[in-house]
């Protein structure tokens, strides 16, 4: 006999098993898409998930933005070097008018003064004690006093030029032309090294694009878009990084630069340069302001002094001071690159065959960059207008843009080239010999005057 209890466990299993039938025999529901995670696998996200992102119909990496970004730097940092290069050239040439005139006015000084020496040796020679000689007398003291007149004019602004002049070295830390300089030179290497970092930049991001498009999924996804939007769709570079780039290469055009090897004599380091084509060798200085040359290589190079030379006084590093004038190179050239029209101080004749220096007058052009365990000179020059003109700065002066050349007149035709500065007013008597007073004529001239009696 079969227990109630049994089969009331039996017939529990028999529906579990029913149930556990049923149910795998029922087909399984399949989750619904993650819409998210579909989206994952589109053309769009692909090239998204490079860093890749969309402007019109190009896709480009975001290192773009800070490339441009860089590049829009880099034509400011040149604005305010052709600005600042403008701004030397109108310094320069006031210094230039202000030195002329200094030269024409103690030309001038020297030319009265030999009048005024005339007109006293005509009126020792004069003699006295009759109304005719004292008649004579008096016109020779009022045309000598209209020279002195004039003379002492001519003084007084050279006098004031000249006080100008010492002030400007006396304060030579706030000297305008040499903030100017520190200025210029500044900006200019900031610059140059903003140039040299571009590309490297740009040359690091066109590398990137080239791997990209190695990519099959990169092609695909391309092509996939293009179809999808019936527009074609192609990968970067843009069109501003591409002209930005030909505004590089344009710039790179105008950074130059040159090594230099220097010879070590005696502890002090030379170099080799051409003065006015002449081949020199030149102690090498930054710290002299001026170049320095001696009298017998002054003549040998073809330069000869002018009355208008400034003088000028140098002190040696014992502390001498010497005495000379400044005068001009015509061109020196060191490497690759020339300068023209440098200053420089002729020693005079009794210092000998002294030492050629080659000073901040010549370097003051270019970044320099002296490394004394290699033995090398480095020098960096922005190039800003045509070398054909043989100036110290050369270039198209178009670099990053439209730029105008930084060494362009400030207004208009106003440009001073080849002219010189407008001469002081002369005075009237400038050059004309004192008149002799017949009656002064010494006996036995041709006029057959005599003088009269006592």
């Known amino acids: 006999m079969i227990d109630s209890r ?49 402007t019109g119909t190009t896709w480009i990496l975001s290192d773009e933005t800070s490339v441009l970004k860089d590049i ?18 109108q310094v320069a040439a006031e210094a230039g008018r202000q030195k002329m005139e200094m030269g024409q006015l103690r030309e001038q000084s020297s030319l009265l003064q030999q009048q005024v020496t005339q007109y006293d040796q005509q009126l020792a020679q004069t003699p006295g004690g009759n109304p005719l000689y004292d008649a004579q007398r008096d016109q020779l ?46 900006a200019r290497e900031k610059y140059m090294q903003s140039v040299y970092d571009l590309r490297k930049s740009v040359d690091a991001l066109l590398s990137k694009y080239s791997e990209l498009a190695k990519k099959p999924e990169v092609n695909q996804a391309l092509e996939a878009i ?70 017998k290589l002054a003549q040998k190079i073809g330069v000869k002094p002018l009355p208008t030379d400034q003088p000028v006084t140098l002190k040696t590093a014992d502390g001498t001071e010497i005495q000379t004038k400044i005068q001009t190179i015509p061109s020196i050239r060191v490497g690759k690159f020339s300068v023209a029209n440098v200053e420089c101080a002729v020693m005079p004749e009794d210092k000998g065959d002294v030492d050629p220096l080659l000073g901040q007058s010549f370097f003051k ?47 208009g035709k106003g440009t001073t080239k080849g002219r010189k500065p407008a001469r002081p007013s002369r005075p009237t008597l400038r050059g004309k010999k004192p008149a002799t007073p017949k009656a002064a004529t010494p006996a036995g001239s041709s006029d057959g005057a005599e003088p009269a009696p006592n």
């Not at 829009?72 to 050239?89: E, F, I, P, S």
């Not at 045309?143 to 003084?155: D, F, I, K, S, T």
Request: proline share 5%; charged share 25%.
């Open 141 to 186: 003291n009022n045309e000598r006093n209209q020279v002195v007149g004039a003379l002492n004019q001519l003084n007084n602004r050279l006098n004031q030029l000249e006080r100008e002049d010492r002030d400007k070295d006396r304060n030579r830390d706030q000297d305008p032309a040499l903030l100017l300089n520190a200025e210029v030179s500044e």
């Open 226 to 295: 293009s179809a999808s939007t019936k527009s074609k769709h192609r990968l970067g570079p843009s069109k501003p990084l591409l002209e930005a780039i030909k505004q590089l290469e344009k710039a790179e055009g105008s950074v130059q630069s040159d090594s230099i090897t220097l010879h070590k004599e005696s502890g002090v380091y030379h170099l080799y340069a051409n003065l006015n084509k002449v081949p020199t060798k030149m102690v090498f200085d930054t710290g002299a302001g001026l170049t320095t040359i001696s009298a």
């Open 365 to 411: 052009h270019f970044n320099v960059d002296f490394r004394p365990d290699a033995g090398r000179l480095s020098l960096k020059r922005l190039q800003t207008e045509t070398d054909a003109e043989n100036k110290a700065v050369a270039g198209s002066g178009t670099e990053f843009g439209s730029e105008p050349s930084a060494t362009a007149p400030a207004t």
């Open 6 to 54: 049994s089969v009331t466990r039996f017939a529990i299993l028999v529906s579990l098993g029913i149930a556990a039938s049923a149910a795998a025999q029922e087909p399984k529901a399949t989750p619904a898409p993650d819409q998210p995670a579909a989206a994952q696998g589109s053309p769009e996200e692909t090239l998204k998930g490079l860093l890749l992102k969309r």
């Open 72 to 89: 829009r730097d880099a034509r400011d940092l040149y604005r305010r070097v052709a600005q600042g290069m403008m701004n030397q050239q």
